[in-house]
């Protein structure tokens, strides 16, 4: 996949999360124009995120 490709998806994932996209809404230029948050955003593995995040809520309901 190529990087900007993998850095819109992954954008798109986290604009899904609350919290996320109401700090993108703030600074929508900033995430769109700065190089080094844009790496970290296609860098990171969001999906592996999001698996986690939901384990550790199941495991917040449970106990």
Request: net charge neutral.
């Amino acid at each position: 996949m190529q990087k900007e490709e993998k850095v819109y998806r992954n954008t798109e994932m986290l604009k899904s999360t609350e919290w996320f996209h109401n700090m993108y809404e703030e600074n929508e230029e900033f995430f769109l124009k700065d190089d080094t948050v844009r790496y970290i955003i296609g860098w990171t593995n969001v999906e592996k995120s999001f698996r986690s995040e939901k384990r550790t809520d199941r495991l917040r309901v449970k106990y």
